[in-house]
């Protein structure tokens, strides 16, 4: 299955953005799906996941960022509010597998500045 993220673009702090996974074949509920992102200099990090209807979040996202998922559509989301400029960097989307063979896709570059 292959991963594209898209949606992303710039935005002053405060603002909102919502950015979209789409995947080229169905995912399971029962498989779970994560954004990442990686700003520079930094290492990719996991911003939130979810697995059925189970949403985990980065401490640094949490209530902020809700992360959904339209299995109808092969659609990912990950709804982005209150930005700040730490949220800066490039999005990406992946499943389990994506990560366990360390195979990412196409991200999004999401920049929060004034």
């Known amino acids: 299955v292959q991963l594209q993220a898209s949606g992303g673009g710039l935005v002053q702090p405060g603002g909102s953005l919502r950015l979209s996974c789409t995947t080229s074949g169905s995912i399971s509920s029962n498989n779970a799906v994560f954004w990442y992102r990686q700003a520079p200099g930094k290492q990719r990090e996991m911003v939130a996941s979810?697995?059925?209807?189970?949403?985990r979040y980065a401490d640094s996202v949490k209530g902020r960022f809700t992360i959904s998922r339209d299995n109808g559509k092969n659609t990912l989301y990950l709804q982005m509010s209150s930005l700040k400029p730490e949220d800066t960097a490039v999005y990406y989307c992946?499943?389990?597998?994506?990560?366990?063979?360390?195979?990412w896709g196409q991200g999004t570059q999401v920049t929060v500045s004034s």
């Open positions: 979810i697995l059925n209807r189970v949403a």
């Open positions: 992946n499943t389990g597998l994506g990560l366990f063979k360390n195979s």
